[in-house]
């Protein structure tokens, strides 16, 4: 299978843990996206990369939170001290995205991590 | 600040029906809009992407139209399936991100 995968799948911690989720995208893509999507609600946006670089953070985004692409390729989201309101589906996904074609920069994604913190 | 709304919230249909799902933005300046099939505990297959200068797109029964000048887009399933039975998302996209609707969660009974 080629597609992006997450790992964990699911995770359980008790608040005050950290927590490290990793996300492979499509071997080809630059760019990966990570969302958080909680009960009944559509994905949020949380932030994304260009190759290893981070372009931009939503304010959803806390200090708590922090991601990582380092060679470009994987990528790692690392909550600190959880708490219970971080209990939510962390999706990620990867594009091929061309500056001159961005109209064509499809999103695919993996299957998720669901976190939830006791 | 993008806004996408999705109507209805949910959906019954008899298996065979055509059926359409609506979605609706406030900000006309997207890049793109895709559609998205989301089953239960699952992470997201995309459906069709529809480019910013498109008014429609087309995959098997699946066909998508965008009407940016009035910030909607209709995603129509022809012969519906009970493998159908899912949440369907739409999003816009911009040039770093996808803004999400909060989906409409279709069943297709026997």
């Known amino acids: 299978d080629t597609g992006v995968s997450q790992d964990p799948r699911h995770k359980i911690t008790k608040r005050g843990q950290n927590v490290t989720f990793r996300c492979d995208p499509i071997?080809?893509?630059?760019?990966l996206y990570w969302y958080r999507q909680t009960l009944g609600q559509g994905p949020e946006f949380l932030t994304y990369f260009q190759n290893e670089a981070q372009l931009e953070k939503s304010r959803l985004l806390s200090d708590r939170f922090s991601a990582e692409r380092p060679k470009g390729s994987f990528s790692t989201l690392e909550i600190q001290r959880t708490e219970q309101g971080d209990s939510a589906m962390y999706l990620c996904?990867?594009?091929?995205?061309?500056?001159?074609?961005?109209?064509?920069?499809?999103?695919?994604f993996g299957p998720g991590t669901r976190l939830t913190v006791l | 600040k993008q806004e996408v709304t999705q109507i209805p919230a949910a959906l019954s249909v008899p298996e065979g029906e055509n059926l359409v799902l609506n979605c609706s933005f406030t900000d006309s300046a997207i890049y793109n809009l895709q559609w998205f099939r989301q089953d239960p505990g699952k992470g997201l297959t995309s459906l069709l992407l529809?480019?910013?200068?498109?008014r429609e797109q087309t995959s098997g029964r699946l066909n998508a139209s965008l009407d940016k000048s009035s910030g909607r887009s209709t995603l129509y399933i022809a012969a519906s399936q009970p493998g159908d039975s899912a949440t369907y998302l739409c999003?816009?996209?911009?040039?770093?991100?996808?803004?999400f609707g909060t989906g409409t969660r279709l069943q297709v009974t026997l």
């Open positions: 529809i480019q910013s200068s498109q």
């Open positions: 996904a990867s594009s091929l995205a061309r500056t001159s074609r961005l109209v064509y920069n499809e999103q695919f």
């Open positions: 999003a816009c996209g911009t040039a770093s991100k996808l803004t």
């Open positions: 071997s080809e893509h630059n760019r």
